[in-house]
């Protein structure tokens, strides 16, 4: 069965009988997918995807809102949206037996120390990490 068809890179009408063609030329096909190569890089440059990292401390996953590569130093404040844990509490408690009670209560401190934070929410807290 012969189809005419539109290419989809320069809009000329071709023949063919394969209906899921869609350029007239070898190189139209490689001119579009370069193309389209192009508006992704944009498209990420626009919209940048940064990196993922599971807690160490209540082990969710979640997105870092910055870019780790070019703001090492952010890295040691970021806290987890969960637990609140921020990495430099963990790392400073990693290795010593107890570290997950530990980071919890320095975690507790920071949010009572924050002025707002309201004791049910810290609550909630604990009940989410029942600890070890
Ligand atoms: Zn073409
Ligand atoms: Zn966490």
Redesign the pocket.
Known sequence: MRVTKK?A????E?ITNKSTKR???RS?FKKDYDRRQVLKKREERLHPHYAKKTCEFCRRESEIPFDIVKHPEKFNNWQCPYCWADMNTIFQHRNSPNSHEQVFCAVLEMRIGNSGTTLTQVFHVTTTNPGQ
């Open positions: 290419c890179y320069c809009g000329i071709f350029f007239c030329c139209h």
